[in-house]
Structures are given as C-alpha cells and as structure tokens.
C-alpha cells in the first residue's frame, strides 16, 4: 500500500513539474505578437484633375494620328495629320504602316550608331589602320597615312549609311502617299508634352488646375458622378476634338468629404491615394487645397507628382485619402513599460527566456486600448526576434 502511494505522489508531482514548465514557458498573461499596419484614412470618390490640351477641329475632315495612344510626345513634335476632306482608309493604313516602319527604323538607326562602336570587326579594322599610321609615320610615309585614314572614315560612314538610307527611303514613300492622298493638310503639333490619347470625356475644360481654389462644395456636386468617355472618331467634324495630350508630371485629385475629418489637418499636409479601381495603386501627394466649408463639407484637393499610368485613363476614382500610415506590432497598451530612464519598452519572450525590447510608439488608440509600436533602430533585442510579448504582470 505504501508503494502504491509513492507511486502516486511521483505521478502528481510530475503532473505539477509539467504544468509548471509549460506557465514558465507560456506565461498566461503573454499573447504572441501581431504585425500589422493601421491608417488613418478615409474613403471616398474623386474626380482627377489634369493639365490637358485638347485639338478641335476647324472644319470636317478626317484624323490621322501618327502616334500610338499611350505614348509620350515632345511639346511641338509632329503626331499626326488632320485632312480637310475624306480620305480613303487604305490611305490611311498605308501612312500607319510607313509612319511604324519610320519608328523602327530611326530605333534602329540610333541603336546602331550607339552600338557601333562595339563591333568587333569594324573596330578591329580601325584598329589595325591606326597602327598602320603609326607605323608609317615612323616611315614617313605620308601616302600610305592618307590612305589609311580614307579607309578609317570610309568605315565608320559605311557603318551608319545603310541605316540613313532606310529611313530616308520610307520618308519617300510616305511623302508619295501624302501627295497622292490630294486634300489640304495640316500637321497636328503637341502644344505641350505629356502622354498622347483619343479618349475624351468633356470635363477637359470643367477641371483645370489654375482654377482649383475655386471649387468648393456646390460645384463638386454639380458634377455627374458618371463622366462619359468616349474615343475620338477619325471623321472630324467642325469643331469636333481631334486629339488630347495629357501633362504626366504634376495632376490632382478632388475629393468632397466631411469637413471634422479635415479639423487636423491643413493645406501643404502630406499624405496617401490609394485607387480601389486602379489595383490599390498608392501615390504619396500634397494637401493643395481645402475649401471652405458647406453643410459639413469641404472639397479636399491633393498634388501628385507621380506617374501612375492609369490615372490618365480615369476620371471618377474610388480613393482611399490616408492621412497616417503605421507599420508595426499591434500590442494593448498596458503592455508598454517604462525604464528608470524614462525609455519604453516591451518584456519579449523569446525560447521562455524574458527580453527588454525598446521601442517607439507610433500609434495609440486610447478607445480601443492598443497601440502600435516598432523596436528603436538601436535596440539589442528587436520585437521581430520575439515569439510572444508579457502583456501584464503574473
């Protein structure tokens, strides 16, 4: 019977040796530790706002675009042609296909002329004909340094002349087709450089960036919340658009929304886009103007300055306008501590083995009891090295 007992206080005290290990090493008053990141944001719908110049036509006429939509153009570069009469539309194929082989030529042309000095041959012959002024200076033979130097530019002219020829031969061909077309042209020349399109919506002159200190609450509204774009035609009609360029540095952003939201924040404030319907595209941009404020609201306009290739295919955006953007672990805020220096930190745990790991507070969200924070750039023992944090005393 005595052995029996011994037996079972063993078993117990095993039982109780398990228990404890496992408190030491999981404490229940730890949590594990979750990163995450927090915004201060809101969001809404916005009309973009652009630099555009937009080409109307005089009279009818038919639209010839020597450049490819999309593409950026120089400010008085030619794009394209507008014929003052009808034009039959194999003349019009045929002056694409000319205008593509041009490009292709002149790309080539130039990758040519950056490449040729790499050519083996070629340099080799060059090469060779220089050691041979060397050495016939040396002789001082100055017929043979005459030839050698014909033969030196005689290579470097053949290297680029099968290339200018090219290109001059299909500028032939496209002035043929341009006389036989027999109608009045006129060259369509970038009034200001940006990214070329034939897609048009009529808020070309309704939203302009010199007028956005202008537009308040009222005028937001007035806007349809369902712009209508359509795509330039190739019959031009009087007055009718022809094509639009679009400024790809600097464009804007108009948002309506609750004027509390904007209580804390003010003109020249940075802050984030994120477009719903352009894959969650973020942009960083600049508080440019905030108007005043009517029945609750205000119109917010921001400045952007990068390039986002879809934003010259919108107009209303579904925005998300972030005023903060935090990075870090999500921790209740008891769990912060303090030292005798006055420095915060978080106790980590790491391998049951308990860490002081300092750390900066980014956020705090009294109502709701948490706060973010991220390990100092100095700290010994980061937060990432951790399995759990204590979040209170045991």
């Not at 969200?365 to 980061?382: F, L, Q």
């Amino acid at each position: 019977m005595k052995k029996f007992f011994i037996i079972v206080l063993c078993i117990a005290v095993a039982v109780m040796a398990g228990y404890g290990m496992k408190y030491a090493l999981t404490p229940v008053n730890s949590q594990k530790l979750e990163y995450i990141t927090q915004e201060n944001s809101i969001n809404t719908n916005g009309f973009i706002i652009r630099d555009e110049w937009v080409m109307y036509s005089r009279s009818a006429g038919t639209v010839y675009h020597s450049v490819s939509e999309g593409e950026r153009v120089a400010k008085d570069s030619i794009i394209g042609s507008l014929f003052y009469g009808d034009v039959p539309e194999d003349s019009i194929k045929e002056l694409a296909v000319v205008d593509n082989k041009i490009k292709n030529a002149e790309a080539d042309k130039s990758e040519q002329s950056m490449s040729a000095l790499d050519e083996a041959t070629i340099e080799n012959n060059i090469y060779r004909r220089e050691n041979d002024i060397i050495d016939a200076a040396a002789d001082n033979d100055i017929l043979s340094i005459s030839k050698y130097k014909r033969d030196i530019n005689s290579l470097r002219q053949n290297n680029e002349l099968s290339a200018d020829e090219g290109v001059n031969e299909l500028l032939s061909q496209k002035e043929q087709i341009l006389n036989s077309i027999g109608v009045i042209k006129e060259d369509i020349t970038a009034q200001i450089s940006g990214v070329f399109t034939t897609y048009v919506d009529g808020y070309e002159t309704m939203l302009v960036p010199a007028d956005i200190e202008g537009y308040d609450v009222s005028y937001f509204e007035s806007l349809s919340q369902s712009p209508h774009i359509r795509k330039i035609s190739t019959k031009a009609e009087p007055g009718g658009e022809v094509c639009k360029i679009v400024n790809n540095h600097m464009w804007y952003v108009m948002m309506n929304i609750p004027a509390d939201v904007m209580k804390e924040h003010e003109k020249g404030d940075s802050v984030k886009l994120r477009f719903n319907n352009m894959a969650d595209s973020v942009v960083k941009g600049t508080i440019s103007n905030i108007s005043e404020e009517q029945n609750g609201r205000v119109v917010v306009t921001v400045k952007c300055s990068t390039y986002l290739e879809n934003a010259f295919s919108y107009r209303l955006v579904d925005v998300d306008l972030i005023f903060e953007s935090y990075d870090g672990y999500k921790i209740p805020v008891h769990a912060i501590r303090t030292d005798e220096d006055g420095k915060q930190k978080v106790i980590g745990i790491n391998g049951g083995k308990q860490y002081d790991c300092y750390c900066d507070v980014l956020f705090t969200n009294t109502d709701g009891g948490y706060a973010i924070v991220d390990s100092t750039e100095n700290a010994e023992n980061k937060l990432s090295q951790m399995d759990r944090i204590l979040v209170g005393e045991r």
